[in-house]
């Protein structure tokens, strides 16, 4: 059974640091992406970033760009996001989700990732 769970969530100024942690697990393929993905209160669920499995390949959604960094730690079966200079608009609940199985992240769009985790909560205060 697939399994993400997030942690790392918050309550951290505005232009500060956060790291958020996904730990993956029964995946029978080693082929698949993980993407972040964040819901502020009374919006729709955004895509942030997904990285692949086979070759860490990334995309981030231009409201991220530059400030923050997905990435893959394959011994320890977790994804990370790194999130720097926050804004008070990046307080929402993030979440974890894998596309599988795929070859590579190609896109944030929801329908493709079945399987989620039950989310962490990020507050940027001013």
């Known amino acids: 059974e697939v399994q993400l769970v997030e942690s790392g969530g918050g309550l951290v100024q505005a232009g500060g640091s956060l790291r958020l942690s996904c730990g993956v697990s029964g995946f029978t393929f080693d082929n698949y992406a993980i993407g972040w993905f964040r819901q502020a209160p009374g919006k729709e669920r955004e895509g942030m970033s997904c990285?692949?499995?086979?070759?860490?390949?990334?995309i981030y959604a231009d409201s991220v760009k530059g400030r923050f960094t997905i990435s893959f730690d394959n011994a320890k079966n977790t994804v990370y996001l790194q999130m720097n200079e926050l804004k008070l608009e990046d307080t929402a609940v993030y979440y974890c989700a894998a596309d599988y199985p795929t070859v590579v992240c190609t896109d944030l769009g929801l329908r493709l990732y079945g399987y989620w985790g039950q989310g962490t909560e990020v507050t940027v205060s001013s």
């Open positions: 990285i692949s499995s086979s070759d860490s390949s990334t």
